[in-house]
């Protein structure tokens, strides 16, 4: 198993503004991602981020709107760039080892 | 990716027996089934996942067919706490892992 956690574990911000999560796993993997989950939706895959690689993108979400980090293997970030309060929502970090895990999530309000 | 389809809501009673049916007709040869329960302003934690026939761990059960065209994943004997989002997943584990997309899941609701 992996244990994920995240930072922050929630934020208030402006519009206009950006905002870092950060993520942060107990063991080395290969492969993370960055969902997003909107109130009462399912979740929806950002992109996958390779260490030592740019991450891949989901159709409908862009690097300048949501660039991410993999500087290592067990750690990740994702900004949220230009926030608008369309943007508010609970981002996720996951991990897979064969078996996927998710952290706590980062719950994100855009005033 | 294979896509799945499960039952928008199910409500069941203390102590009963849910079992949950997922389908995924489209499912490859190399992908597996994974089952995931959500809480509110919580991350998905893994429940159970399979490749074929039937599955049992510690909190359920995981029955599949011969086809693989579905999959049910069983709650023996239900509480209040089983209340919650299940996503039924199917993807193909590759080196390092693989990308998982999720469906609607299926909201239990659980009475006393």
């Known amino acids: 198993s992996a244990v994920i956690s995240q930072k922050p574990s929630r934020d208030i911000c402006q519009r206009g503004t950006s905002l870092t999560i950060q993520c942060q796993v107990d063991?080395?993997?290969?492969?993370m991602f960055w969902y997003r989950q909107q109130p009462g939706q399912s979740l929806t895959l950002i992109a996958t981020?390779?260490?030592?690689?740019?991450?891949?993108?989901e159709s409908g979400f862009v690097i300048d709107k949501f660039p991410i980090s993999r500087p290592n293997l067990t750690f990740s970030t994702l900004t949220v760039s230009n926030m608008s309060p369309e943007d508010s929502s609970i981002y996720l970090c996951?991990?897979?080892?064969?078996?996927?895990?998710f952290g706590p999530g980062t719950r994100l309000l855009v005033l | 990716l294979a896509k799945t389809t499960q039952p928008i809501s199910m409500d069941s009673y203390e102590g009963q027996e849910v079992n949950i049916t997922c389908s995924h007709n489209n499912i490859a040869t190399n992908d597996y089934i994974t089952w995931y329960q959500q809480f509110p302003s919580q991350g998905p934690r893994f429940i159970i996942q399979g490749y074929k026939t039937k599955v049992t761990n510690e909190v359920a059960s995981l029955f599949i067919p011969a086809d693989r065209k579905s999959s049910t994943l069983s709650l023996p004997r239900v509480s209040l706490s089983d209340t919650a989002v299940y996503y039924c997943?199917?993807?193909?584990?590759?080196?390092?892992?693989?990308?998982?997309?999720f469906g609607a899941g299926t909201r239990l609701f659980v009475k006393a």
């Open positions: 996951s991990v897979s080892t064969g078996t996927q895990y």
């Open positions: 981020a390779n260490q030592g690689s740019e991450a891949t993108y």
């Open positions: 997943l199917v993807g193909t584990p590759g080196t390092g892992g693989f990308k998982t997309i």
């Open positions: 063991s080395q993997v290969t492969m």
